[in-house]
């Protein structure tokens, strides 16, 4: 007489294969979704304020995370002349003492990415883009 329990283990251990299969797809599709940005910090319009008196940077120096496709805004106010750059978006101000300067860009790339002062090699914020 055939026995019955051969093949009902065989479909067992067939169900429980693709069930792992299944939970491995699922999570390989999250860590996708996660590494390409989708899955990071939402998209929201930020401003940045940022003071230099005396050679401090007010608030001290930081990382700042947006989500991809914000509009950031940033205003450097400096004691003295110099120029402001953000390094990755090739954004430039040209920083006169006393008076606050603007740039406003969409942080459309990832990465992180340095603000700083040129002539008094100042590093005022790290971007972060996700």
């Known amino acids: ?21 299944i939970l491995i797809a699922a999570g390989a599709v999250v860590a996708l979704l996660l590494r390409d940005g989708s899955g990071g910090t939402a998209a929201q319009d930020r401003s940045i304020s940022v003071s230099i008196t005396g050679g401090k940077v007010d608030p001290p120096v930081g990382r700042v995370e947006v ?5 950031i805004r940033l205003t450097v106010t400096s ?5 402001l750059h953000v390094h990755g978006y090739d954004q430039r101000a040209t920083l006169e003492a006393g008076r606050p300067a603007t740039v406003e860009f969409r942080a459309d790339r990832t990465g992180m990415f340095e603000v700083e002062t040129h002539a008094n090699h100042l590093l005022l914020v790290q971007l972060v883009v996700r």
């Open 1 to 21: 007489m055939p026995s019955t329990a051969a093949p009902a283990r065989s479909r067992d251990a067939v169900y429980r294969l693709v069930a792992v299969a």
């Open 67 to 71: 989500g991809k496709g914000s509009t």
């Open 79 to 83: 004691d003295v002349p110099d120029e």
